[in-house]
């Protein structure tokens, strides 16, 4: 049995960076700007520590500037959304993120509606959600940016394919469908109320698993030869007591069905702060009227 290609969204990654290393540098060389991106978190979560600390680094090594902002878990709304807007007029900072999830007393949707479209990095807000909706330039939501990359890589033109989508959110689920649209495939976005869900994922050339439900597709769904992009990250006990991180594929059942496959991990997720860093470079250029050679 021919096993799938396995996509490495980690090397992609690692290639991507460089390029906007070289980017940064071209800019900063010719036009004396430096991309800037905040990264504010309130409270303690650890797994938002890690991530916001590896999104720091990160920044740093491709060139850019990072302004770290991290809060105590009683800040309330009003003391936050202060923040925002001074990091909306600072002109040395061009993307602004505030890490999810936020303590009970502050409104997410408040604060990510406070971030000024052109910083909004995340591409949350509701202008840039509906600029991707229609077809327009906005900044594009960075895991669903990183998936379509990897496809394109993966299979260059996607005109006619059929695409399912398992998962409806509004960070993955509904933006990847709108990108597969603009690339021309035909789209189903499939949830937990689909009927037959197992007979409409073996009907995709392309499958979006963004459910966050540890293996739920399994081997036998996928059609032979799709591409699988699993979105899933989910952490798992086994039988010794320690633990793994799990797609929401069944990875070991799908790799001798698929044509190619995203690994967890290894796979999409190294491609979503890559992509962070992408948007910054982006935003920068478009707040100060330079082209950016997308």
Same mark, same amino acid.
């Given at each position: 049995?021919?096993?799938?290609?396995?996509?490495?969204?980690?090397? &992609?990654?690692?290639?991507?960076?460089?390029?906007?290393?070289?980017?940064?540098?071209?800019?900063?060389?010719?036009?004396?700007?430096?991309? @800037?991106? %905040?990264?504010?978190?309130?409270?303690?979560?650890?797994?938002?520590?890690?991530?916001?600390?590896?999104?720091?680094?990160?920044?740093?090594?491709?060139?850019? $500037?990072?302004?770290?902002?991290?809060?105590?878990?009683?800040?309330?709304?009003?003391?936050?959304?202060?923040?925002?807007?001074?990091? $909306?007029?600072?002109?040395?900072?061009?993307?602004?993120?505030?890490?999810?999830?936020?303590?009970?007393?502050?409104?997410?949707?408040?604060?990510?509606? %406070?971030?000024?479209?052109?910083?909004?990095?995340? @591409?949350?807000?509701?202008?840039?959600?509906? /600029?991707?909706?229609?077809?327009?330039?906005? +900044?594009?939501?960075?895991?669903?940016?990183?998936?379509?990359?990897? +496809?394109?890589?993966?299979?260059?033109?996607?005109?006619?394919?059929?695409?399912?989508?398992?998962?409806?959110?509004?960070?993955?689920?509904?933006?990847?469908?709108?990108?597969?649209?603009?690339?021309?495939?035909?789209?189903?976005?499939?949830?937990?109320?689909?009927?037959?869900?197992?007979?409409?994922?073996?009907?995709?050339?392309? +499958?979006?698993?963004?459910?966050? /439900?540890?293996?739920?597709?399994?081997?036998?769904?996928?059609?032979?030869?799709?591409?699988?992009?699993?979105?899933?990250?989910?952490?798992?006990?086994?039988?010794?007591?320690?633990?793994? +991180?799990?797609?929401?594929?069944?990875?070991?059942?799908?790799?001798?069905?698929?044509?190619?496959?995203?690994?967890?991990?290894?796979?999409?997720?190294?491609?979503?702060?890559?992509?962070?860093?992408?948007?910054?470079?982006?935003?920068?250029?478009?707040? $100060?009227?330079?082209? &950016?050679? %997308?």
């Amino acid at each position: 049995m021919t096993e799938a290609r396995r996509i490495d969204g980690k090397a &992609f990654a690692e290639t991507l960076r460089t390029t906007i290393a070289r980017q940064t540098d071209a800019l900063k060389e010719a036009h004396g700007l430096v991309p @800037g991106l %905040a990264a504010v978190l309130v409270g303690e979560d650890p797994a938002s520590q890690v991530y916001v600390r590896n999104k720091e680094k990160q920044c740093l090594e491709v060139g850019m $500037n990072s302004v770290g902002r991290q809060l105590d878990a009683t800040t309330t709304q009003t003391e936050l959304l202060s923040l925002v807007a001074g990091l $909306n007029a600072d002109p040395a900072v061009h993307g602004v993120l505030v890490q999810l999830p936020l303590p009970d007393q502050v409104d997410a949707r408040a604060i990510i509606e %406070a971030i000024d479209p052109a910083k909004d990095v995340d @591409g949350f807000h509701p202008v840039n959600v509906g /600029r991707l909706s229609s077809g327009e330039d906005c +900044l594009i939501p960075c895991t669903p940016q990183g998936c379509m990359l990897l +496809l394109q890589d993966v299979l260059g033109d996607m005109s006619g394919a059929n695409a399912v989508v398992v998962g409806r959110s509004n960070i993955v689920g509904k933006p990847v469908a709108q990108l597969l649209l603009a690339a021309n495939c035909t789209v189903t976005v499939a949830h937990s109320r689909t009927q037959d869900l197992p007979g409409v994922c073996r009907g995709a050339d392309i +499958l979006i698993a963004a459910v966050g /439900r540890p293996r739920m597709i399994e081997g036998d769904w996928i059609k032979p030869g799709a591409t699988v992009i699993d979105v899933g990250i989910n952490r798992i006990e086994l039988e010794n007591g320690k633990t793994r +991180l799990v797609g929401d594929v069944d990875y070991e059942a799908a790799v001798g069905v698929a044509g190619a496959i995203t690994p967890v991990p290894g796979g999409v997720g190294p491609m979503t702060i890559a992509c962070l860093l992408r948007n910054t470079l982006i935003a920068c250029c478009r707040q $100060n009227g330079v082209y &950016f050679p %997308a």
